[in-house]
């Protein structure tokens, strides 16, 4: 399966701490393509430990919403910001172990002012070790510009590379 | 995501319940009765309990709250759980 190219890249330095791969200290999260929406494969080592040889329940969350998110924007093509996140926890998830997110949308309604999608978590054997949802909501780069650390120029580039349905 | 039974009477629900708590039991679901202690049946734990739930939620689309989670004990009450986050009569 091949690796979805994020918008993001056409920023040499973008330093998300969940998808970059220019972020030595992030998850640098790589996301492909899955029948229910998009998933994205981990294996997290002793830095993002909790109890010893546990996970860190918070980067579950991390690593949940950063799917979920993507496939909103890969999606819907806007950016958007976490409302909402709520998160359930099944079984631990181990430390040097292999897993994987799956992030799905929920249908879209009439009106609706945000997008809600929902993820799980699982490990080798498909067994299901946490599940989350969440709710997003859509802005658009320009509007929000005096927040982010972009020139106009990387605003520009970065909109068409979201491909924004308006702005 | 539709969720499975909501246009039908609650049989529908402990339905939909029982053939998630079978799976997770690896059990026919014909064995397993609504009023059945679901944490005395032989292989059930906690977690597979949790993971039943989770389930559950996404089948139903619904946020069951955890006071009301970790009281469940079978079938038939995890069923009322759900009409009631469905917003329908207990």
Known sequence: ?167 | MTAPGTDNAGDDIVATVTAIAATELGLPAASLRPDADLREIEGMDSVKVLRMIAKIEQAYDIELDDEVVFGLSSVAGTAGAVRQALGEQP
């Open chain 1, 1 to 167: 399966m091949s690796a979805i190219n994020l918008p993001w890249s056409v920023l040499a330095d973008y330093r998300c701490f969940g998808c970059s791969p220019h972020n030595p200290g992030g998850l640098q999260l790589v996301f492909e393509p899955h029948p229910d929406g998009v998933s994205a494969r981990f294996r997290l080592g002793r830095q993002f430990e909790s109890y010893p040889g546990i996970v860190h329940g918070g980067l579950v969350g991390a690593i949940c919403d950063e799917t979920m998110g993507n496939l909103i924007v890969l999606r819907h093509r806007q950016s958007a910001l976490t409302v909402s996140l709520r998160q359930r926890f099944i079984t631990p998830l181990a430390i040097g172990r292999p897993y994987v997110c799956v992030a799905r949308l929920d249908p879209d309604r009439d009106g609706q002012r945000l997008y809600r999608a929902a993820a799980e978590v699982l490990d080798e054997n498909g067994t299901v070790c946490a599940t989350a949802t969440a709710s997003y909501r859509p802005f658009e780069l320009a509007d929000v510009r005096s927040r982010l650390t972009l020139s106009e120029q990387e605003i520009a580039t970065l909109s068409r590379a979201l491909g924004e349905r308006s702005g």
